[in-house]
């Protein structure tokens, strides 16, 4: 074919050239034109050839760059490394898409985790930036892939990668230009394929939709209010006092019994942080049979839930840990019953892990983790994505995997952000750099310190 014999050509003139930079950059450019014909003719495994060839030619060509550093202008050096890493990107994300096209996802992910894997062993500073751009492809194939989870953590290691690439380059503007620019479109790239909403509070909707199954009267929705406006309140003492006045209200007015089972609900949890354990139970158990009198299942499994929940709530308060995994497994197989309320189930899958987290149970509450993955992408709640990933990345500190910690704490972190609390967004960001920046250490990394 006359344009492989045209870049043939280009190959045999390009190696007549002295200037090493500029003999690589034709031969690959060559290369990835041969590699392009064979793609269009659809001999994929002739133009895989040929675009792992023009890498070749390009890892070897930034390898000598940094050798040479030294010896090169500063602007030589920035223009030949700028445009080496652009050609990298471009060739190597065609050749994924060659092999997702084999559909061999294998491969197209060792064309990622290779040369990452090969950086980070040089314990080289200078291949930060190059690492910045794997990982980015790293999103380019999740995305690809449609693998969300994978999409998520991508992210929270480039966010890392790109801290540490500021910190050696000496081109601290444009480091930190992109920093807060990936902050920024990654956070919105989660936003949109998760479908997070603007205005979340997720539980206290499902609430109200269940609310919505049962005719509340105007004093219904009075007390309710009234009820919220208590929750807010700090001392236990006084708000022992309150809801048990509410309550004798409720029933005075007749109001509807599962705004009374709401109110009566509150106060458990009261007289347990009040140290009233006894009567904290006898008030579930009295509960619990005005529940099971509702007639819709709907409502009456949800308030059940309810109140299972902050059983749980007791015993963990309590320490007695055995006895609040059964609440919380009660909880949940209410919640469960109900595809309204699964917003719940997963707030109580992650409260069951967090408990697991104090007795040092960490494969139970990894194992237990699988599930609000799936949970959280179908809810859409960053409170509740920023929980889960502050949970796996505890557990992969405990287990002293600090990559792994790090790049989940990275990954909470945006989802803090995206929830609008920043504080918990720099807590963990800060903590995930710290994290990184061990395991680098770990393997070799010296003179990293932030």
């Not at 006894?278 to 049979?289: C, L, M, P, R, W």
């Amino acid at each position: 074919m006359k344009g492989i014999e045209t870049a043939e050509i280009s190959i045999k003139m390009a190696k007549k050239i002295k200037d090493d930079f500029a003999k690589n950059f034709k031969i690959s450019k060559a290369y990835e034109e041969i590699g392009g014909i064979y793609e269009t003719i659809q001999d994929y495994q002739k133009a895989i050839k040929f675009f792992n060839d023009a890498l070749n030619i390009l890892e070897k060509s930034i390898e000598d760059l940094f050798k040479r550093k030294e010896k090169l202008t500063p602007e030589d050096f920035t223009k030949n490394t700028v445009l080496s890493r652009s050609l990298y990107v471009d060739y190597l994300k065609r050749l994924i898409e060659l092999f997702l096209k084999l559909q061999d996802e294998k491969k197209a992910k060792e064309c990622i985790t290779k040369p990452f894997n090969k950086y980070l062993k040089t314990k080289d500073p200078n291949y930060l930036e190059l690492l910045t751009y794997l990982a980015d492809i790293n999103l380019f194939l999740a995305d690809k892939l449609k693998n969300n989870e994978e999409l998520i953590k991508g992210i929270g290691e480039l966010i890392i990668i790109d801290f540490f690439a500021k910190k050696f380059s000496e081109d601290k503007k444009y480091w930190s230009n992109k920093i807060h620019l990936d902050i920024k479109e990654k956070s919105q790239l989660l936003v949109e394929i998760l479908k997070i909403p603007v205005d979340e509070q997720i539980l206290g909707k499902e609430t109200l939709n269940i609310l919505k199954e049962i005719e509340l009267e105007t004093k219904d929705h009075m007390y309710i209010d009234k009820l919220l406006d208590l929750k807010k309140q700090e001392d236990p003492k006084d708000k022992i006092t309150k809801l048990i006045e509410m309550s004798g209200k409720i029933k005075a007015d007749e109001a509807s019994t599962i705004v009374l089972t709401m109110a009566e609900n509150e106060l458990i949890m009261s007289l347990a942080q009040a140290n009233e354990y006894t009567e904290a139970f006898q008030k579930a158990k009295d509960i619990v049979k005005d529940i099971k009198k509702i007639k819709n299942k709907m409502v009456q499994y949800f308030m059940l839930g309810e109140v299972q929940l902050n059983l749980f709530r007791v015993n963990v308060r309590r320490q007695d840990y055995k006895q609040a995994e059964k609440e919380a497994k009660k909880a949940i197989d209410y919640f469960e019953e109900n595809l309204n309320t699964l917003a719940h189930t997963c707030f109580t899958i992650l409260e069951l892990a967090s408990c697991y987290m104090i007795q040092n149970q960490f494969n139970k509450a990894e194992t237990l983790l699988e599930k609000p993955l799936d949970l959280c992408e179908q809810i859409g709640s960053s409170e509740f994505l920023a929980r889960l990933y502050e949970l796996l990345a505890g557990i992969k500190l405990k287990l002293n995997d600090s990559s792994g910690a790090a790049i989940n704490f990275s990954a909470s972190a945006l989802f803090y952000l995206i929830s609008n609390d920043t504080k918990k967004y720099q807590e963990f960001l800060t903590l995930a750099i710290n994290l990184y920046n061990t395991y680098l250490k770990s393997i070799g990394f010296s003179g990293i310190e932030f």
